[in-house]
Nanobody, 122 residues
């Protein structure tokens, strides 16, 4: 079992930055590829970024590429999402998730955090 706990969300003005963290319990963190998803009010959950087991295989949704950076520290059992140049349309609840395979499909992720709210004001 892996438990995921996100932190770092908050209210920021457009153009600002936030860094989300996702801390994982257990000793098997490095066996999982990790991803960030987000869900805005009235919208479906959306893939944002993923990272492979050792930090490679990075992939981003087009709307955040060049502004967001996903990274992980397996020694700290933590995955991060650095978000720069934030826009009001980035407002959502952000979730981290873990999967044994490399995928962008939310249905393939085995573990999910509780989410952290990110609000970007214009």
């Amino acid at each position: 079992q892996v438990q995921l706990v996100e932190s770092g969300g908050g209210l920021v003005q457009a153009g600002g930055s936030l860094r989300l963290s996702c801390a994982a319990s257990g000793r098997t963190f490095s066996r999982y590829s990790m991803a960030w998803f987000r869900q805005a009010p009235g919208k479906e959950r959306e893939f944002v970024a993923r990272i492979g087991w050792s930090g490679g295989y990075l992939y981003y949704v087009d709307s955040v590429r060049g502004r967001f950076t996903i990274s992980r520290d397996n020694a700290k059992n933590t995955v991060y999402l650095q978000m720069n140049s934030l826009k009001p349309e980035d407002t959502a609840v952000y979730y981290c998730a873990g999967a044994v395979i490399l995928t962008m499909d939310a249905n393939e992720y085995d573990y999910w955090g509780q989410g952290t709210q990110v609000t970007v004001s214009s």
